[in-house]
């Protein structure tokens, strides 16, 4: 009787057409858990951030921010050539051509054409595969995936201008930063793939200020999105954690084509008692989300990976490229390589035998041997090739981590002891690719040139970065992505 | 410096390509929440499930179960049918058509034809817009849209046998139900659209099947299924809500489909530390999942709505409906309607001054009203010009409720005074359509004819009825989606 009576009280609110939050709430039962969030929502968190996006544009937005968005474009071009021929790509392209619509929009490194939905979620998949794209260092989202894949294609369908291209760019990954700010850390910690979850909100903002949306349109958009959150941290290690940040920029686009003829959503999507952040996460900071928009950007504070593996490595790769430059190192100079790390180092990297490329992304030995050996970090130096290689392999066996306290995850204090009885010393405190230490555009070139080499002809690599750094002054944006298709 | 540690060390292990949820752990920290489960994980259990669906047959289901499938999808189709001309279906149409891949698959009561995926999720918007569904009670699931939407779309790009079809059926809303049984109550009253969340698996658990994965295969469908959960309830009362069921349809499609081309996913993404069942709810009960598998069919225990309104009404329709009947009541005999009612009743459906058709459904007055006049309460017994008849409209203000303790939610106690003093009495204590009293196969097609009336042509809504009770003999189940369009 009693369970009678808790199934149909909460069928009733469930099945009624027209139940709100408030009705739903009637529905609560003792039995019920988490029902209410700690605090009363806020109002118009959704419709505040909608305004802000249907009314700002590319004039606002400050010089620095304007660069970062440029540089956070460029660098993600190059990500999505570079992963273009893995074989999560070749899979998904299989799965999904029979399914495509209109060949609307292109492939970047590729030559096939899909509707603009399956373009942006291929163009995602591929610049997510090597963890070689940008990171929001505060959320761990990584910003460009959802919304530049997303936009891109867009521009396709329609002729997007440069200077709109990047305002739409830098709304996107504003929205989606500050959404993930309001609920990082707990809803990070509890196990949502924050890129995918956040990632579909500024999918749906940039393609719906390309759409020109009104401001109840945006909010419905928003209300869209949040409807479709993707991807948890259980997938990481499979091709599903690739496919996050891809399907985040397909749904956005769904959402925003919706919410574009007037599908409606719900007006209080992302800070209502039953709406995203309450039911996503245990902590809730709107203020992350409203405060001093249009005055701080997230989208100036994104970085940029210098080598093709978790950053856990990045400072002792960064030490040993710079020792080999400065000293002209050869591998059969050296006696030992001594490094006092942060133990998270050893527990994620502490591969010592390795046979592939893809285990050498969890080897602190090869990482430095390779970075010694080759002065790289790219994704070259995690193929089979190097972990095969003789005298890298050699030198392996050379490296010595030793967890020592005062170490933070981000720095490293190398000694190299050579033969001739020298040892030459570096201390990472902010490896390159911090935000304290940013990769110069030089380096981002250099990131890109490898890894668009061999996918797009050369000269047409030296093209497509100029024509990133101009993107403002394109008439349309979709120019890149013609260019970047293979030969 | 505590702040740049943590991030680091969180980003550390995001950034990592292969990053298992075990290396994942290390990144948590005490500034972490919710970072743990209550309980350590259970083995296998996504892998178990798959096993179940890719070796079940349907020789192997009980014929209640199978008798159960064949009403689940004959409800479906009245309902697909019925909602077909709603506004909603309109917008997405427009929305969707430029973007449609190979014209695949039918819409239900309409003629255009769009890609399996897209069908999949206009049909799923469909057949949720009136709230007229079917529904497993336990969980407030409605377990047709997500699945029969699916599997009926691919039909038609690949013959499929009506046994086939049945067994795919059952199987999906076998393994929706199991899971959301896994993590209900918690994980809906904490605000998410259940029949979006779980029903991602019962579509990919569905057309996988058919789509004859491997079991590693299955296991992946379920990974990328659990990735893309849909819905939150501060939806409803929106277009939003029946987005939910379409975009689960369509969303399991999409996630079988990569894994049939082994696109991977983790091995464990039910039940991992930081899978779906830890990651969306504060409650799992694995058991709910694999308990019984092939013995007990939550499939089995679907009910469907006699009428187009929330359930708190349906004890008061009925009442008045068998009243009316027994006695051939007519509006002018009656001078009083006395109602003893759970309080949900009131506080749900408790509009007393309506003017239009939708308002009707959140009106115990004009419910009972209705039914006393026209003897039914389909989705035209609340239209405008119900709402605006004369007779009606008197009669609501004779209809009196009185909340009573002891009637539950399912139950009502009712009392016509007519102007002859005769007095008219009648207790329900379940109304028709609970899983007690069942809708009658006759019933079914009552509320069937109601919904397609006017949408497909009056001889062939016999024939598509017909061929739904005989779906297990149809060499395609396709025949009843192409019956089923609009002349």
């Known amino acids: 009787m009693a369970i009678t009576d808790r199934r149909t009280v909460l069928q009733a609110a469930a099945a009624l057409p027209l139940a709100t939050a408030a009705n739903a709430a009637f529905a609560q039962t003792p039995g019920g858990t988490a029902a209410a969030p700690a605090k009363p929502a806020p109002k118009d968190v959704t419709r505040e951030l909608a305004h802000y996006i249907v009314t700002s544009s590319y004039d606002d937005l400050p010089a620095n921010v304007r660069k970062e968005g440029v540089r956070t474009f460029l660098n993600w071009v190059g990500v999505a050539i570079g992963g273009s021929r893995h074989q999560t790509v070749d899979i998904a392209v299989a799965a999904l051509t029979p399914f495509s619509g209109p060949a609307q929009a292109s492939l970047f490194g590729r030559r096939e054409r899909f509707d603009i939905m399956n373009a942006a979620f291929l163009n995602g998949v591929s610049s997510h595969i090597f963890d070689y794209d940008d990171t929001h ?146 902590k809730q900071d709107y203020n992350e989300i409203l405060g001093d928009l249009g005055k701080r950007y997230e989208a100036a504070l994104n970085t940029y990976k210098p080598f093709a593996c978790g950053i856990v490595m990045h400072p002792a790769i960064d030490a040993a490229v710079q020792l080999r430059n400065e000293n002209k190192l050869t591998a059969d100079q050296i006696e030992r390589v001594d490094l006092k790390v942060h133990p998270l180092v050893i527990e994620l990297t502490g591969k010592k035998n390795i046979r592939e490329g893809l285990e050498g992304k969890f080897s602190i030995y090869h990482a430095v041997a390779v970075a010694l050996v080759e002065g790289a970090g790219g994704e070259k130096q995690f193929s089979d090739r190097a972990v095969k290689d003789p005298t890298i392999a050699a030198l392996r066996a050379k490296v010595n981590p030793v967890v020592t306290p005062g170490i933070d995850a981000a720095q490293v204090d190398m000694t190299i002891v050579l033969k001739d009885g020298r040892q030459l010393h570096r201390y990472i405190e902010h490896a390159i690719g911090s935000i304290e230490k940013p990769m110069t555009d030089q380096q981002l070139e250099v990131k890109f040139t490898d890894l668009a080499d061999g996918i797009i002809p050369a000269p047409m690599i030296r093209r497509v970065m100029d024509a990133c750094w101009n993107v403002e002054s394109l008439p349309n944006a979709a120019e890149i992505a013609k260019m970047s298709v293979s030969a």
């Open 137 to 282: 260092l505060k959320t761990i989202i990584h910003p460009a995936g959802p919304v530049a894949s997303a936009i891109i294609a867009l521009s396709e369908l329609q002729p997007v201008s440069g200077k709109d291209f990047l305002n739409a760019l830098v709304l996107g990954v504003e929205t989606e930063c500050r959404i993930g700010n309001a609920v990082y850390p707990n809803h990070y910690d509890v196990g949502w793939h924050i890129t995918g979850t956040a990632g579909v909100f500024g999918s749906a903002a940039a393609v719906g200020k390309l759409l020109k949306l009104n401001e109840q349109q945006m909010v419905w958009a928003l209300g869209l999105a949040a409807s479709q959150p993707v991807g948890l941290r259980e997938s990481f290690g499979s091709m599903n954690k690739s496919f996050n940040p891809g399907r985040a920029a397909s749904n956005g686009i769904f959402a925003a084509m919706l919410a574009s003829k007037n599908f409606t959503s719900s007006d209080g999507m992302i800070e209502a008692k039953r709406g995203w952040a309450n039911t996503i996460s245990t």
